[in-house]
């Protein structure tokens, strides 16, 4: 719900928070791919897919200080 009194802050953490809650959301829906019985994967997949957010969560804090880049899509 956006207000037209809104500050650009109040609309920081209203946007933000959301977000974030998503984002840890779908992190905890991605650890359930971890139940071996079943699913099947290699420790190599897990460390491509950890890679990956790793290098993305570095990506987005690098934007916070002026320094964003272009991004590639991810497959495993």
Not at 21 to 36: H, R
């Amino acid at each position: 719900m956006t207000t037209k009194n809104e500050t650009p802050n109040e609309k920081f953490k209203r946007v933000a928070s959301s977000r974030t809650q998503k984002i840890i959301d779908m992190i905890e829906l991605l650890g359930n791919c971890s139940n071996q019985y079943v699913y099947e994967y290699s420790q190599d997949e897990v460390d491509k897919i950890f890679g990956a957010i790793e290098i993305e969560l570095k990506l987005a804090k690098e934007k916070y200080k002026g320094k964003g880049k272009a991004k590639e899509r991810f497959t495993l």
